[in-house]
Every structure is written in C-alpha cells, then in structure tokens.
C-alpha cells in the first residue's frame, strides 16, 4: 500500500488510513503545542512500508544497526524493547510486562532518533524486532542449534512489525537528532508537559479510608508538631457517602462541614485532594441524571456513566464545581479506570456513546483527565491529582499515573520507563516492613514526581521510624531545596516536551557494550537459551542533569552504569567515573540515596532562607537556567513567567525563553 | 437474538450462528464418537440467551446457586475458575493463568451438568461469574466500602458471559446429570479419548539432542544393566541434519544407519520416538516442495509449512513415511507449536490456505497430531507421542500435552486441570536439584499419562541418585503392576469419554465449604481483599477410584481434603477418613506419595509373574472390572477387546462391554 505522508510539523509526518476511526488525540482534545512548529526540520524517514492483511494494517520498518527500542506502553520490568512483543491493552499492571499496562501507549521510539505513533482506540500489536519474513531470507542466517554454540532463540533485529487490527488508522511518525529529541516531538505533538503548581511538588499524605474531618486536623497538627512541611492532604473513598460504587456526596457524619475543614486547611498552606472512581452508587445525588448516560454493565454494583458523551461530563463538571471546587478542593484522584478485568465491565459492553466496553476503557482515564483540568482552567486554577489509566494524548493533563503494586524494583522501573510513554510515573508509600524498607521507599518517592505517602489502609507517618528519622529529614529537605530546579525541568517538559524525570537512555541512548554470544542453555530455567540483552531499570534523570541510583531495601551493594563523559559525586564533589564503566558501591543504612553530576554542570539549591546555594561540578561549570511564575495560576500560558540565568559566581540574569536551556 | 437449538445428539444441543466460520473441530476431522448416541437424553438447558454486539456475539447464562465453574483451557495455578476472566489465545504457557495456554479450550463446564463449547478458531472470551448488568440491578446490592466489612471485590457469580470475536459461530452445549457425565459427553462430541499402545504407558527416556546412534545403544545398556525397563528412547533434535530449524532428514554423522539401530532398540522392546518442530530448514530434502506451502513469515530463518493444506500434509507423511515409518519409528513429539510470541510467526502473518497467523497458531498442533495419526493408522498401528499445543478437538488423537515449565505444584495443578480441556497433559522430568527433588518428581511422573524422563539437555538417569534408589524402582514397579489397571482406564476414556487421569472435582462435584466472607485487607498485598474460594489442585483420580496425592519437594507435611464417603489407605488398608474433613499427615523421604480407596473399592495390581493380586478396602468389596485387547493394533476399533470381571475372591468372568463399569 502507497502511505501519503503529510508534513504537518518539523520533524512530524502524518498519514491517514481509510476509513477513518477514532483516535487517542480526539479524546484528549488538545492540539499540538505551538512550540512545535519552531523545531528543526528534518527528512522523512523513507524506511516504512505498509500492508493491509486481513483485519489488520501492518506497518513494517526496518531498523538500522545498533538502532535500540524504546517505548510501548509503561514497562515494569525493563525499559528498552527489543526483541519482545507487546499486544497492547488497558489493564492494571500484573507486573509482567506483555502489553498490558495502565498506559498502554501506541508508541515507539528508537535511538536513531525515530518515532512511531499509531494514533487510534483499535488495538495494536508491537512486534519489536522479532519478524522475520520469507522475502528477506538471504539476510538471515541458518543455524544449526545441535553443532552450533551460536544458535540463539531471539531473532537478529532487522525489522519491527506494528500491527493495528482496524480497518482504518491514523499514524505518524517523529524524526528527531535524538531519541531525547524524538521524545520531545512527541510530547509537543500530544500537547506538550503539563506544568503542576508549585505546591503540588511538596508533600503529600492520603488518609487511612475512615478518617473523619477531625482526625484530618489531627494529622495536619501532627505534621506541623513534628515540623515536616505538609502540602496537601487527598481524602480517600471515606470522604463520600457511598464509596465502592461512589456517591461523589459528602459523608454527612464524617465530614459534616467541609468548606470549614478545607478553609481551615489553606490557612496552614494545605490543599485538599478527592479520591473517586468512576462508578456511581444509586445513593448519589447524580445517580438519576446518571443512569441513561451509562453502559450496559455494572461495576461493584455501580452504574458506569460514559465520560465519551459531553452531557455526562457536564453533569459531572456541574457537580463537582458545586459540591467541590467552591468548597476548595484542589484536585482530584481516579482510581480502577484501569481495570481488572475480573471486577470491571467485560470488553463487548455497550456505551452509550458507541463505544465498546474495550475502546471505553482505553480511553476513561484521559477523559476524566481532561474534565476536571477543564474545571481548573476555567477558574484560572493550576491542580494536581492522580489517575490510575491514561495515555499519550494526555500528556497535558496535570496527573500522575501510580497503582497498586508495591515491588521496590517495579516501581523504579516505571519511573524510568513512563517517559517513553507520553506520562509521568509515581511510586506510592503504602507500608513499610521495617525502617530501612521505609526509608529507601521514602528516598525512591524524594525523587518523584510527587512525593506521595498513601495511608489509605495503614496508619503510616513519616515519623513513625525514630531510628531513620534525620535521614528522612534529609532527603525531604534536598527535596525541598530542589524544588526551583525541579519546577524548572516541568517548564522545560510543557515549553520542549522533555519529561522531567526520565530513563538514562533517553539523554544518552543505549551506551551499553551487547553481548550477541548465546544465553546460557539451562534445562529448567532457560531451555531456550534466551539472550536478555543488559538493561538499565534503575537509574534516572532527575530534571536537567542529575542522575538519581535509588537504593533498594535490603541492599548491601549498588552498581551504576556510568553513561559517556566524567561524573562526580553530588554529595562530595568528587571525580567518579571517566565514563561508561561499571562501578558498585557498598551501601549500608547511613547511605543516601547516590547522585551523580556530569561534568561542568551546576545544581542551585534554595534554603529555607530564600538563599541560592551552588553546587558546581568540574573544572569549567556553567551557568544554570531557571523558570518562575506565580506558581498557581494560568497566566503562564499567556507569557507570565521568566526565565533567568545563575552563574556559578552568584551572578544573576534575566534571559528569553528562547535562550533558556 | 433468538438461538435455533439443534438436538444432535442425547444431553447435546448445537446452534449455528450466521455467517459460517472456521470450526475448531473440522481441523482434527473427528465425528462425534458413535457411543454417544446411547447416552441417556436430558432435558434442553434454558438458560442461555445471546445478542450480537459490535464485533462480538455474546452468550449469557445465569448460574445456579453453589454452580461451580470448570475449564476454560489449561491452568497452572487453580481447578476452578470461578470470579475470573479468560481471554483464550494459544501461547506458551507463563505460569499466569489467564486464557493463555498451550491448550486454549473454548469449553466451560459447571458442576449443575452443563457445558458450554464455542467450535471456533476466533478469539473467544470467558467472563466466569464476574459480568453484572444494569438490567439485574434489582438483584445486586451495592455495600459501602468504607462502613461495611462484608464489601468484597469479587462480583456475586450470577452469571457468566461468553464473547465471540467473530460475526458467526457455532455454539454447543452439552448437559449431563453430573459435572462428570457432562465431560464425558463432551469428550465423546470430540471424537471419544484415544486408545495408547500398551508399550507407551511404560518408562520414557529422551536422550541428550547431541547423542549418537552409539550413545543411543550404551543408553539402552545401560538402563538393562541396572534392570529398568525402558519402553521408548525419544531421539531429540540432533538425530536430524539441521534443527531449529528442522531438515527431517537423518544426521549422516550421528545416525548413520538408522533403520539397524532402532531394528536393534526393537530387539529389546524399546520404540523409538522423533523430536520434530514445524520450522523447515533450507537443507531439508523437502524445503524446496513446502517453500511455495508455507507461510509469509520464518521462524528461527526456518519456513513454516501451513499444514491446513492437504497438499503439504501429503508431503510430509511421504517423507516421514519413507524415511521414519519404514525404518520402525513409533511416534513423534512436536515442539514449539505454541509459539512464544517473541520467536513466533506474528499474529498477521499471512498463510496460503487463508488463515491468519493467530488463526493458524491455534490448530497447528491440532494439524500435526492428525497427520501423524493418520500415518499410523494407515498401517493399522497404534502410536503414542508429545505435542505443545492442542484443543479439545484432537482428544481422540494419542498425543500427550507438556511445555518447558518446571515448578513442581503447577505440574500438578495441570495434570488436574487438563481434565476439563479434551486433553491430556504430562510433567517431564528433567533435571533435579538433589534426591529428594529426582524422588518426588519420579513419583509424580509415575502417577502420569506418560512416564517421561526427558534429559534432553542433561545427563539424567533414574539411578543418578542412590540414596532414593529404592524408593524410585518401587514407584516404577507399582506402575507396572498398575497397567492393566490404568490401560482399562483409558479404554473408559475412549468408549466413554472419561479422561484416565482427573481432578477430584470431576468425580465429586465442589465439595469444600467456601467461606463468603471478604479476603483479608492488606495495604501492599491485596489491596483489593480478593477473596480466593479454596481450591483442590493437587489431588487427582487416577483410573477408577484410586486419589493420588503427589508430595511436593522439600515438604514436611502433606494436607489432603477427602472427599465425601469412607476413604481408604492404599498401603496399609487403613480406614483413614470418613470424608468431607481435612487431614495433615507428616512426610519424609521415606514416605511413598499417598494414595487413597474409596471404600468398597477393589485395586487390582499384575506382578511380574502375570499373577493377580487384587486390594479390596472396605467391608463389602466390589469386583473390579477389566480391559483387554492385543495392545497395539487399531483392531479393538472392528471390535476386537474384551472385558471381564475379577472378583476379590479372585474368581473371573467375561462381561460385555455395556455392562462394564
């Protein structure tokens, strides 16, 4: 099949496959950010071929040598792709990473700067680097495994195979320098980063799921008595009525007067976070106008309204204004639009906005997503919540993506893995074994994009390990002390696309040396030799340059991987690494969590005294740039902010956006 | 949509639901096995209703009270299937039980006597007890998460929904006056349960794949010399030219004159057995006829012949006839039919006989098994072999089910499983941690379909571990002496469907007490309060009457749940239980793996001398009642078998065949 390609941005091409079908962006409905048509422009990639076959569009592109994979959907257990198959589909995570995830992108993107977008609802298999076809057998060698050590189970990487089981499909590709520039296109194209308000980078507590308004204020008490800054409190199902399906109604007996408790809240600096999931108790004051803009299956009994249609967002907005924003509730958090599958509505339910049960759940998350942003924006407010589902057309949507699972590993690796996704990732702290278990979970979330303790079932408090408490201290302070650095890199996320926490492969592509000799043949444990090329799960960029190496709980040891070029320690200004070498370093309790700057990179930290301090690395530091705006309102996207320059000698300028690095 | 139920046969009803598709059971070419049309007649089931949304025709059927759910394919982690969701596809199977397997069956069966079978290729999805609708809301209570500690995650089983991604369909539903009875139905709808040769339920030993035609031999000796009888040495990958991917042709260099080497092996009542995958290497003396056969994509740069055409099943069969069959070879195993997505074809591959890759993916073990029958038949020979995957369909092909996994409890949990899928399923035994791991999975093989040790990629023997030898040589001669009681249980399997070898449930129905009340909260580890109902997978029927309950290394202790009625203790005659209760008994080394009567029951065990000794438990024993025929033709299908009847007080009497039990 010919493909049309049309050049809508630099570096973007379309093409539209008859007949037309949904597609993600129209669910989000935000256009391309603006700052995409300043890009450079670049050549169309030429290497893509496209087929249709039986119910499916199948796209075909060669891949050249050492180009590596990256993306499709949110990962739990690596982050580069090659050689596995995703058959993508909104699910919660099972932590095995086959395509089921709740962020099931339709996107890939490789270290030769390319990207893949299959814009569409219609589900979409990704066959990464794993298809080889008759036509092309002269590349591909024979082997036979009997008498040859070199035999190897996983496919040379020639090609990857997209296949989207639709008649019709919507795709685009992305060229950039790199795959960070790739990524960035991207993020433009879906709308570019949201930008969270200032204090949404603080702390953040969710209550146990009985708390009542007055055991609410005790706990902001005891925050305050044992001097840790509390940022905002998200009431969990407790706060409503009916809860599991959801009234969206104010408990009468927990929370009597709720504009009093919130009111009393703001005045400590404390904002207010709801938690809802989309499944509506008759007991609702909603229920009514509810009940004909819903689908054919219930949910824990729960009537399930169908976001797709305008109507039931308005009676959603209308509600939510009234019985929420007014009171001064600050944002929200939507649990289980991700499903699973044994308690959420089947596949082949009915929608009253024709959707099917499958497509409507694909898209749930984002429509909340995009309602209650819209409820925000037209109070000229910034808000911060949660979701438990998206996808990359919601890039600018101002929610994190989190879920239940609680492997230290996992966690770590989807906070490295989301920002191929067209989302940000966080780890929650639910519970701790012991102290050093807290610990290292309260050092992973220092370093999220939100830093979230979610009591909801437990009674946990930062307090509430004596013998880690000055480390904890520590780490919230340097969290603290980041904040203008932090809030800086969301700047860059919504002005250039680049996510603010990300892979190391994203900044410095796939460094690692690949071993192509045969995995090691085991009769239980790996009967097919399978070769699981190095991966790097564990290490992320934390806004422009440093590189966080989360401790695991229970680790006497840490290896890091050093990308290209000369490293030092954060905390010692030492030289470490010259550059791609394996290092371990001991670790025991008394170790914060690793930090390490590149060469000639400057780090501003402010006190609590409103004063800079610098830490320059290397012989030659450069300056560092920084964004500010009011920190709460929209004016930002009507050229209220600035941005200036610190230079390692205390200097100060103001520069343009345009400049700003 | 009104259904058109068509009352083929006694307790089954098919419908045909418009436009045609491809049925799952026109690819093994089986009819119905005629004995099922002296089954009793029951009434029609009237509970099913369906409609036709979007894609999906969707059946709905409403359960009865304490209605336990069976089947949907091949599971490794639970027997029963209720409150979960099975998108069937055939796959590898990665020890997560949900609808990916090696042996996808589209078929349900309840404990009421009802089964459900969906004959198709397409994809089909299971919704056990979990879909609610708006329209049963009257029935539904919704509970309050927050105040109300009976709230459960888990859906109340009123109903199942079974969707078929297909616009046509044919339906089948099957009732019987038990659960058993139902499967038994259902198994003869397929074609009746194969009929191995006696020779094929002795001891299996497949060989290392790098051994020769003189390794091969040694290995016989050996086995002689340490006084074990082997039956069948299955030659793997290496007795070929090429493989991974496949020539079929003999290695020259290490089997240079076949036909004397298994003329020898015959000598000394040993088979031979081949290892063959369907990935045609370049070097096969028949690559050049199946290249214009085969599909758009390769595997291992192999070919892959669509066996859906006739045309390259009639090549195969010649070649294998002449370069296999001639020479003596008694079966075949095929490996890596069930695909493991990252080395398979991709779900859109294209293949000359119109089916779609994922399509062709489901029937291909199916296709292989009744070829090979095919070629054994046309010799009026009985064979006995392996495949990786299979449906329902091929239950009266003699092929085995077994995959690369190798925990010990899923082993156990899909030899009970298997039951409810049309197939049978067998553990191998490949490589072991130390005596005890060898002892317990020697015991576990023993109280199997096949006996096989398979050292494919090990130097494995069964007297490697002298300090169990003992134990291992009298598990081996209890399966010797048990023959005739084990082949009697296959002839049930064929002339009345009943599997040989099945999960306790099948004979006693759900009889555990379930607790309704909520899973227990926990923050971190089951944040939802799941609740899992108790489940039974690791006690299976063996034969008749006989329960068998494997040890698992490394256990100190064993928990059986006796089913209703007086149980017996194989070993020393003991009353042990009187049924329904849960008994913990202390295990060692030393302890054989439990085995346990039915009261009344008589066992009986054939000693090497042809002798008869019969083990009646109870005070009132019943006669046991026999099969036999001349253990390796197809003439017991002209009718030529006998049955007769051994009473405990020895005395014996032919009985025909209607009467035996």
Chains 1, 2 share one sequence.
Not at 314 to 333: A, Q, T
Request: glycine share 6%; net charge negative; hydrophobic share 35%.
């Amino acid at each position: 099949m010919e493909l049309t390609w049309q050049n809508s941005f630099p570096g973007v091409w379309e093409t539209f496959i008859d007949p037309p079908r949904h597609t993600l962006t129209e669910f989000s409905g935000v256009p391309p950010a603006t700052s995409l048509r300043y890009a450079s422009p670049l050549p169309r990639p030429e290497r893509i071929s496209c087929n249709k076959v039986g119910h499916h569009i199948v796209f075909r592109i060669p891949l050249l040598p050492n180009e590596y994979l990256f993306g499709g959907g949110l990962k739990f257990q690596r982050v580069s792709i090659d050689s596995e198959v995703y058959h993508l589909r909104m699910d919660h995570s099972s932590g095995v990473d086959n395509g089921c995830s709740h962020v099931p992108t339709p996107f890939v993107a490789t270290t030769a700067g390319f990207g893949f977008f299959c814009d569409t609802i219609d589900d979409v298999s990704l066959y990464m680097a794993t298809a080889q076809r008759y036509k092309d057998k002269d590349r591909i060698i024979e082997r036979d495994r009997t008498t040859d050590d070199n035999w190897r189970c996983n496919n040379p990487p020639y090609f990857m195979e997209i296949a989207v089981n639709a008649p019709g499909v919507k795709a685009v590709i992305f060229q950039g320098e790199s795959l960070r520039d790739c990524i960035c296109r991207f993020n433009l194209y879906c709308g570019g980063g949201f930008l969270p308000p200032k204090w949404g980078l603080g702390v953040w507590h969710r209550t146990n799921i009985k708390m009542d308004a007055r055991q609410v204020q005790e706990l902001a008490a005891d925050y305050k008595r044992h001097q840790i800054a509390l940022d905002v409190i998200g009431l969990e199902p407790g706060w409503q009525s009916k809860a599991y399906p959801c009234s969206y109604d104010w408990s009468k007996e927990r929370f009597p007067d709720p504009a009093d408790l919130i009111g009393e809240l703001k005045k400590q600096n404390i904002r207010v976070n709801l938690w809802e999931n989309p499944y509506v108790s008759e007991h609702s004051s909603i229920y009514q106008e509810l009940k004909r803009l819903s689908g054919s299956h219930l949910v824990w009994g729960g009537i399930v309204p169908d976001y797709a249609l305008p109507e039931t967002r308005k009676i959603l907005k209308k509600h939510h204004e009234k019985n929420h924003l007014d009171y001064g509730v600050s944002g929200y958090k939507l649990d289980e639009s991700d499903g699973y599958d044994a308690w959420l509505w089947p596949d082949h339910a009915e929608f009253p906005s024709g959707l099917s049960g499958k497509a409507y759940r694909n898209v749930c998350g984002v429509l909340f997503q995009r309602f209650t942003t819209e409820m925000f924006k037209a109070r000229n407010q910034r808000t911060y919540g949660l979701t438990r589902s998206s996808n990359c057309c919601a890039v600018s949507f101002p929610c994190i993506l989190y879920n239940d699972r609680y492997d230290f590993h996992e966690y770590v690796t989807a906070l490295c893995s989301c920002c191929f996704t067209g989302t940000l990732w966080c780890p929650e702290l639910h519970d701790a074994k012991n102290a050093e278990d807290f610990l290292r979970r309260m050092q992973l979330i220092a370093f999220s994009p939100m830093v979230l303790i979610n009591a909801w079932a437990t009674e946990l408090r930062p307090w509430m390990f004596p013998e880690v408490e000055t480390a904890v201290r520590q780490v919230l302070e340097l969290r603290q002390q980041l904040l203008p650095y932090l809030y800086t890199a969301f700047a860059r996320y919504h002005q250039k696309g680049l996510p603010p926490i990300r892979s190391v492969f994203m900044d410095y592509g796939y460094y690692l040396q690949t071993d192509n000799s045969a995995g090691k043949l085991d009769a239980t444990k790996n009967p097919y030799q399978v070769v699981n090329e190095e991966d790097i799960n564990d290490q992320l960029i934390f806004g422009d340059s440093l590189m966080v190496c989360p401790i695991a709980p229970g680790t006497k040891e840490r290896t890091v991987l050093f990308p290209p070029g000369n490293w030092y320690d954060f905390y010692s200004g030492q030289l470490i690494s010259q550059g791609k070498d394996r290092q371990t370093f001991p670790v025991d309790i008394n170790t914060p969590t690793p930090l390490f700057v590149p060469e000639n990179k400057t780090i501003p930290l402010l006190g609590k005294d409103k004063q800079w301090t610098l830490r320059s690395f290397g012989p030659d530091p450069e300056p560092v740039d920084l964004y500010e705006d009011d920190g709460e309102s929209d004016l930002y996207l009507r050229g209220q902010f600035q941005w200036f320059r610190l230079y390692p000698d205390g200097r100060r300028e103001q520069i343009q956006k345009e400049d700003a690095q």
